[in-house]
């Protein structure tokens, strides 16, 4: 059997489908751990799940894997930027429950 040519249907298709039913995947862990259904740790089970996700919708849908260096770049600095915006996100929410 042939590898599949790069302009047929199937090429096309298939990554995206499989993509697809990986969220989907994850979609459901996240709701298991959402109702208390995987024990002690669902918040670190919705951080791993959330961070896949991003990571799958950036390689496939943004295709960061074929991309330029800029464009690469671009993207650390934002998930950079992020990171920073939930840390000082997170201090504010901890400083005020600490005043209470």
Partial sequence: MSAPSPHSARAVWLP???VWA???ALLAVS???AYGLLG???T???F???ATQAALVAVLFMRL???DALVRLAAACGLFWASILFALTLA???SRLANM
């Fill in 31 to 33: 709701g298991l751990a």
């Fill in 44 to 46: 670190l089970v919705n």
């Fill in 92 to 94: 504010d929410a901890v």
């Fill in 22 to 24: 990986a969220l989907m």
């Fill in 16 to 18: 995206p489908l499989i």
């Fill in 40 to 42: 002690d740790w669902p």
């Fill in 48 to 50: 791993g799940v959330a």
């Fill in 65 to 67: 894997d074929r991309a």
